[in-house]
Each structure stands twice: as C-alpha cells, then as structure tokens.
C-alpha cells in the first residue's frame, strides 16, 4: 500500500527529528563503535582493566567497546592524540598517573593539558606497588634486605617499568628512607624488568602490585612488602612497608577520561554507564581473578581524588630533580 502525501510528509519529519536527535547527543553510541584508548602494551594492569570494562560496557551501551593500545613516549602519544579525535568517533582515555599528573610536571612541552583537554569519568582501578627481589638475591622478608643491601652497596640496581613512572618515584621514596643510596634502571614496561629481575641481572624491583604477583606466587620471585595500607588479600603473607618500620605508603589508579570535546550529555551517559558496570558483583569478580581491586566512582568524587593525589605527589616529582 502506497503512502498518502501526508503520511509521507510526516514520516520525513519523524526521520528527520530522529536524525538530529540521533547527531546531538548521546543516542548515537547505540548501535556504534566506543574505543578505549590505553597508552601501554597489551598484558600491563590499565590494558586489562580497559578489556574488562569494555566487556561490561557494551551490553549496558548497545555499543561495540573496542581497546586500541597506542603505545609511545611513556604514554604521553595517546593523551597527546585522544583529545584532538572528532568528538563523533567517541574515543576515551584510560591512563595512569604517568603521563596525567607526571609528564605534565617534567616535561615542558607534551602537546596536552590535563585539565583543558579531558574530563574525568570515573576511577576504574586502583594498585599499589610491591618491592621484590630475584632468587640471586639470598632473603625471603624485608628484614634481611636490609642488611643484604648495606652488604652490598656495589651490587644494588632497583629495577622499575619505566622511568619517571610512579613505580620510579616510590623507589627514591624507598631508598632515602633506608638512606641507602640506590641507582634506578627504568626499563620498557612490566615484562622486561620481571624477566631481569628473573634471571638475576638487576636484584631489585619495584613495580606494581598486580604485575608481581602471578610470578611471586609461582615462587619466581619474592614480594617483600607492599605500599598499600593494609595487606592485600591475595597476599595475605606480604607486610605493608608500615608493619616493616618505613613510613611509606602509596597507591596508583587507572581513571576513565573523556576529551573535552565529547558533547557533556554523551559523556555523562557513558560514566553513568561505568558507575553500573563497576558496581555489579559479576563484573567485580571478574576484575578481583584479574588480580585488580576495582573502583568504580563518580566523576566528582574521581575530580576530589585527583586533586587529593595531586597534592600529595606533586611535590615529591618536583623534588626529584628528574628531568625526562
């Protein structure tokens, strides 16, 4: 059956009003592409929480949720390109504090800032980090170590993923709190230094939590103390650095951010969308086997954490004298 004119010109006004619905605001993630864009390799503990999370997105989105890794210059590629994408490809971020709060602070010109260019959504994950030693090292708690260490002050190189990370930073921390004078090798990412620290050719490593403890609990390397708070539950038999005497404790996380340019409605769909996925038991079993302690947050209690975060490690980056 044919259309009347009217009924014609009323399905073009109903496509029409739909169209524009559809190019203004949040309705066009249904049925499209979302990509988290995560500024390391796969296998480290942000590529991870970024899969995770995609996972549980694109039922609640009716949106396909891709991960690209666009690795280089320690991260700071990624923040560098993300914000300049068209606002219609909806692309986000999920970084660290590297190139987010510590790039920013080290480098002059890093084609990006923070606040003008991203909009936080939600914390995804949190980690502390762990300092650990290689079998050629001969203790098996952090006692010992420091007398291995005032022993052998010839042979000490602290291993960390990469240099002017958070990992890099914890370890100065470490080092003027033994007031044991200890060189930092900074290596290309979380595998290449666990297989050093493996094979004996650096003794010490601090690195992240979640990216040490597969290997100390197949006993190829040993974590001595943890910068968190409270013991992990997973490593129930590794101390704080609280319970070993140092005054030392530190965290790192992994937060979701949105380009400025990403209409506000849309943006705010997405973290509403991430606060439900985090929120949901299935989902945070499936990151607690992952071996990462998930957040989930809105964005105004992610903006206070940033803030808090950024006033506690601000000046000890400044005090480093680093320069990258």
Do not use: C
């Amino acid at each position: 059956m044919g259309w009347t004119r009217r009924q014609a010109v009323a399905g073009m006004a109903a496509w029409a009003a739909a169209a524009a619905g559809h190019a203004q605001g949040p309705a066009d993630i249904e049925g499209g592409t979302l990509r988290i864009v995560v500024p390391y390799p796969p296998g480290g503990g942000t590529d991870r929480a970024a899969r995770l999370l995609a996972d549980a997105l694109q039922p609640l989105l009716g949106a396909t949720v891709i991960v690209e890794n666009r690795v280089g210059a320690g991260g700071r590629l990624a923040v560098q390109q993300v914000h300049k994408e068209p606002a219609a490809r909806n692309v986000l971020l999920l970084a660290n504090p590297a190139p987010m709060l510590v790039a920013p602070l080290l480098v002059k010109e890093d084609g990006y800032d923070v606040a003008r260019d991203y909009r936080a959504l939600s914390e995804v994950t949190r980690y502390a980090f762990g300092v650990a030693v290689g079998p050629a090292v001969p203790v098996k708690e952090f006692g010992p170590l420091r007398g291995w260490m005032q022993a052998n002050r010839d042979k000490i190189t602290v291993g960390v993923p990469a240099t002017g990370s958070l990992p890099h930073f914890f370890a100065l921390m470490l080092a003027q709190q033994l007031g044991i004078e200890m060189p930092v090798a900074g290596y290309r990412g979380s595998a290449p230094l666990a297989n050093d620290l493996m094979g004996g050719h650096v003794p010490l490593a601090v690195d992240t939590i979640d990216a040490l403890e597969p290997l100390h609990k197949a006993g190829k390397l040993r974590i001595l103390a943890n910068s968190a708070e409270r013991r992990s539950t997973t490593l129930a038999d590794v101390p704080t650095f609280k319970e070993v005497g140092l005054k030392l404790s530190a965290v790192g996380w992994n937060v979701l951010y949105a380009p400025s340019a990403m209409p506000p409605e849309r943006a705010a769909r997405i973290g509403d969308a991430v606060h439900r996925a985090l929120s949901d038991p299935a989902v945070r079993s499936r990151f607690a086997t992952a071996e990462l302690e998930v957040i989930g947050s809105t964005p105004a209690d992610t903006q206070k954490m940033l803030a808090g975060y950024a006033a506690q490690w601000t000046p000890v980056i400044q005090a480093s004298g680093i320069k990258m």
